[in-house]
């Protein structure tokens, strides 16, 4: 099991960046894909990023490319989320979760972070 923790979120004006980070301990971070999901009332969970275990491999939800970076340190056990030119529509709670293998969907990964909101003022 991965523990995950994760920060950064907060109020950020329209137009704003934020970083997310995601603190990982326990099994072997370097084993683990990382994945960042969002979360609004009512709502499902949904696949936001994810990052491949070293790294290499990035993928994106449609809205958030070319306003998002997902990156990963394995030395520091560490994940991180950069959003950019923050819309309303980005408002939510941030989860960053572990898989075996990165995916787009929420039943692949195991373990998962207590979440950290994010509010875009307009």
């Known amino acids: 099991q991965v523990q995950l923790v994760e920060s950064g979120g907060g109020l950020v004006q329209f137009g704003g960046s934020l970083r997310l980070s995601c603190a990982a301990s326990?099994?072997?971070?370097?084993?683990?894909?990382i994945g960042w999901f969002r979360q609004v009332p009512g709502k499902e969970r949904e696949f936001v990023a994810a990052?491949?275990?070293?790294?290499?491999?990035?993928d994106y939800v449609d809205s958030v490319k070319g306003r998002c970076t997902i990156s990963r340190d394995n030395a520091q056990n560490s994940a991180s989320l950069q959003k950019n030119s923050l819309k309303p529509e980005d408002e939510g709670l941030y989860y960053c979760?572990?898989?075996?293998?990165?995916?787009?969907?929420?039943?692949?990964?195991?373990?998962w972070g207590q979440g950290t909101q994010v509010a875009v003022s307009s």
């Open positions: 979760a572990a898989a075996t293998m990165w995916s787009r969907g929420t039943n692949e990964y195991q373990d």
């Open positions: 326990g099994r072997t971070f370097s084993n683990y894909a």
């Open positions: 990052i491949s275990r070293r790294g290499i491999t990035t």
